[in-house]
């Protein structure tokens, strides 16, 4: 691992620690030019997972599109970034089972999206809902607020 700072092409490991639930490691390095420490993150590489979109059209799966997607529901909402990439994690997983030959749509993802949402923040997900299913009235927002009162 070259150092970002120095650009030293070695450095060694001073500590290593699993993080989301043990799907992730992360290791603290030291270049062994400059002394300098960074950390180094390391996880397995699920995704190559192809989106199937609306139109048909196949696009390679983008973790910073849910990323961006989450962020705009959770505007302004108590929630941390820690538990954000918990629930990326938890999303990228149930998307990793559902994928069928490496495929999956984005309908399919949505709904994932809005099932792990469900049970995390009602407001988030009312946000994303609004969204995703294309409210056009007061009537599609009357809807999913009648799904929590059951």
């Known amino acids: 691992m070259r150092c970002p700072f120095c650009n030293h092409p070695e450095s060694k490991v001073t500590d290593s620690r699993e993080t989301l639930e ?11 030019s400059c002394q300098a420490r960074f950390s180094t993150y390391e996880q397995a590489e699920l995704f190559r997972v192809s989106v199937v979109k609306k139109d048909g059209s196949h ?9 961006t997607g989450l962020r ?3 505007e ?5 970034q820690g538990r954000m990439e918990k629930l990326i994690g938890a999303i ?3 998307v990793a089972e559902k994928a ?3 495929q999956i749509a984005s309908r399919d993802i949505g709904t994932i999206i809005l099932d792990k949402l469900k049970d995390v923040d009602e407001v988030a997900y009312i946000r994303f809902a609004s969204v995703y299913q294309s409210f056009g009235s007061a009537r599609g927002f009357r809807r999913v607020l ?5």
Do not use: H
Request: positive net charge.
């Open 76 to 80: 302004k909402r108590p929630f941390d």
């Open 22 to 32: 043990g799907r992730v490691i992360r290791r603290r390095r030291e270049c062994l």
């Open 59 to 67: 696009q390679p799966y983008d973790r910073k599109k849910i990323e």
């Open 146 to 150: 009648e799904k929590f009162d059951q």
């Open 72 to 74: 705009k529901a959770f």
């Open 100 to 102: 069928k030959k490496n």
């Open 92 to 94: 990228e997983y149930t």
